[in-house]
């Protein structure tokens, strides 16, 4: 974060200071103050300090964020002054007593506000967080990003001895975890848990059992229907936050008779992929593990030469493009997109700020998750008609909510619209771009943003999580950079290898420059690079980016220090399959077994759709609320009920739902996928909710009062 420096330092005069100095041992104790912070507003620091053997120790508290218990190291506190790091973060205080105010005044300096920000701490502790009765446990759920994936959430909630309620949250498959949540709060059934660190919030009703909260997980513009259950399967994931962890450990990749039964278990027992393989990277060479099959049914086995569809690794390709490029004197890091955009095109800004080529890259940009288009009826649909005049069109009428490079965004968009200019200003398209200063020199031959005939057939089959065949879907131009490359494992180990050092390529310079670039990511739990995300698990740092498609998902990840690396590819979505595997054999994360994945519902194909007249259709028609903002109208056109989303303010595509007999319907999602919904009816025949059965979970909607 970036923080003001709103106040003045007051003036200390020395001989007052002098006379009146706090002693050392008057450093023990709770301090306690207030900053201002231009992304989160007023900070409230805690700082406990400790007499100990040779000096001091203490732990620091950002009682707004949520952000506990960080060791506080080298501590000076002799005469009037005091002096402290912070075991994490980097940050430093240093202050001198002021006795007229009794409070040390000083700075706070950290790698976001190196200038150093004015800070003053009094005596006292902060009051204890609010008792929130009812809401212990670990609560699950899944996010539909839709050709990104399913991401997986884990709220911790735990009430303390004295009675204080705090939490965190891990997202297993960006392998982190910890980050801290700001306020827990219930009003009878309504449940707001608030995360000042990712921007996000979620707000939900609880049920009469109080074994699920369903609501909205909000995050920057994205508002994504979700539903928490107490307990489930979920693993946690390695911490790459702030609070102190365990001792770092030695962790070796485990060898090929293990993996292969990881990828047995996964396929046969599990159902959660169809062809998965693993390939491993170190000192002592390659090795790829595969099982399974290209499609079901297909005689086939899946190896090293097999294609996927790797996804959002595509984002390191064009960052190592970007850092290459820079490096060349042929752009700068910090030079405004605009300046590589056709002339008069109008780009967002914000604070007399314009949005540079790193911000893209890092995604803190402050674009939004992707280009929005209710005007279509698929998601595969919306991905192909992306084109520059769309980017173009949605850049200027587009209103950043803060400033660039203050936070953290993950953006398809913006990294689309990095391959924009960049392949303008190389005068190529992206294809030609991707090959000439990346494929090319290192040789990955079967690494490819459009399919060739040749390579067609080495293109492994996408499933769905119940591995029902999904068709590969073309991105369109504006945001082809964020997504569309294809690879196979041989080629992901040649890049990987080429990261650590293993093969010379003149594309090193750049590979190593990309991870100088260190932005907070999501919370702080982990850090932004250029494309590539950082952990900094107990086994050691992890430069790691993962992928999902309809269809497919995919990861990449290695250790600098070891120069262990891995890649994983599946040619089934859902929340597990390549990270959490990817992330067991680079970092010792657990990977419990999991339960067979349930089978798939009944094809609607084979449930023959039924005409529906008018005057049936009378009892659905209404409006339908799932969370505090978003919504469902449910109409009738041209002979089929029609199904329109609405969250927050803005309406989604018109859909059309088929009518299979009873209160049965089914209808194409807007994020790709056929659900299925279900109505219930009130004694006078009126529908008075329904069940909308999703990938991410089933929702009840109740129909709202008068509509």
Do not use: C
Not at 69 to 75: D, K, L, M, Q
Request: hydrophobic share 40%; charged share 20%.
């Amino acid at each position: 974060m970036r923080l003001r420096t709103p106040l003045a330092a007051l003036a200390v005069v020395a001989a007052l200071a002098a006379a009146t100095a706090v002693h050392a041992e008057e450093a023990a104790g709770a301090w306690t103050g207030v900053m201002k912070s231009a992304t989160f507003g007023d900070l409230t620091f805690a700082v406990r300090l400790y007499k100990a053997a040779g000096g001091y120790e203490g732990e620091f508290d950002d009682v707004t964020l949520g952000v506990r218990n960080i060791p506080v190291r080298n501590v000076a506190a002799t005469g009037e002054r005091l002096a402290f790091d912070l075991a994490s973060g980097g940050a430093h205080y240093e202050a001198t007593w002021d006795a007229a105010a009794n409070m040390w005044v000083g700075t706070w300096k950290s790698p976001t506000s190196p200038a150093g920000i004015p800070l003053r701490l009094a005596h006292g502790a902060p009051p204890p967080p609010p008792h929130v009765e009812g809401l212990d446990g670990d609560w699950q759920g899944v996010l539909n990003f839709g050709p990104t994936g399913l991401l997986r959430l884990v709220f911790h909630i735990h009430t303390r001895p004295d009675g204080a309620t705090t939490a965190t949250i891990d997202s297993p498959d960006q392998g982190a975890a910890g980050a801290p949540v700001s306020a827990i709060r219930r009003h009878g059934h309504e449940v707001e848990i608030e995360a000042l660190t990712l921007h996000a919030q979620m707000v939900g009703e609880l049920s009469d059992d109080g074994a699920r909260i369903q609501g909205e997980f909000v995050q920057g513009q994205a508002i994504l229907p979700t539903v928490l259950t107490r307990g489930g399967d979920l693993p946690s994931a390695p911490s790459g936050g702030a609070s102190a962890g365990p001792a770092a450990t030695v962790w070796r990749m485990p060898d090929d008779a293990t993996v292969r039964q990881i990828l047995v278990r996964r396929i046969d027992t599990e159902r959660r992929g169809v062809g998965i393989v693993v390939g491993m990277i170190s000192p002592a060479g390659r090795r790829v593990v595969a099982y399974g099959a290209p499609d079901i049914g297909d005689p086939r086995r899946v190896d090293g030469e097999t294609l996927f569809e790797i996804g959002s690794i595509s984002k390191t390709f064009i960052a190592l493009v970007l850092q290459d490029m820079a490096l060349k004197g042929e752009v700068g890091l910090d030079d405004p997109v605009a300046k590589y955009l056709p002339p008069g095109t109008k780009v967002p800004s914000h604070g007399g700020k314009a949005i540079t080529l790193r911000e893209l890259a890092t995604h803190t940009a402050g674009l939004p998750h992707d280009i929005p288009n209710p005007n279509v009826k698929r998601m595969d649909e919306m991905l192909d008609n992306m084109t520059e005049a769309r980017l173009y069109s949605f850049l200027a009428a587009y209103e950043l909510p803060r400033d660039p490079g203050e936070a953290w965004d993950y953006s398809n968009l913006g990294v689309g619209l990095l391959g924009v200019a960049l392949s303008r200003r190389a005068g190529t398209d992206l294809d030609t771009l991707i090959h000439q200063r990346v494929t090319g020199p290192l040789g990955m031959i079967s690494t490819v943003l459009t399919m060739t005939p040749q390579l067609q057939p080495r293109l492994a089959v996408g499933h769905d999580a119940f591995m029902r065949p999904e068709p590969p879907i073309e991105i369109g131009p504006a945001e082809r950079a964020a997504g569309q490359i294809r690879s196979s494992a041989d080629d992901m180990l040649t890049y990987l290898a080429a990261e650590m050092g293993y093969t010379q390529t003149p594309l090193k310079p750049a590979m190593d420059a990309m991870l100088a670039t260190e932005r907070p990511g999501m919370g702080g739990v982990f850090k932004q690079a250029l494309g590539w995300m950082i952990l900094d698990p107990p086994s050691g740092r992890i430069v790691t980016h993962s992928g999902g498609t309809f269809g497919q998902r995919a990861f990449a990840a290695f250790n600098p220090k070891t120069r262990e690396g891995v890649v994983v590819l599946s040619n089934a979505e859902g929340a597990t399959g390549a990270d959490d595997i990817g992330l067991h054999i680079i970092s010792g994360t657990p990977l419990p077994a999991l339960p067979p994945a349930p089978a798939a519902p009944v094809e609607d194909a084979q449930r023959p759709e039924l005409a529906l007249g008018a005057e049936a259709a009378k009892p659905y028609i209404g409006r339908y609320r799932l969370s505090r903002s978003v919504f469902m109208t449910i109409g009738y056109e041209s002979g089929h009920l029609t199904v329109t989303a609405e969250a927050g303010g803005h309406k989604g595509p018109v859909l059309p739902a088929a009518w299979h007999g009873g209160t049965d319907f089914s209808a194409p999602a807007s994020s790709g996928d056929m659900v299925r919904f279900a109505f219930q009816l009130n004694p006078e025949g009126q529908a008075s909710a329904f069940t909308w059965r999703g990938r991410s979970g089933d929702f009840l909607l109740r129909r709202v009062e008068g509509a």
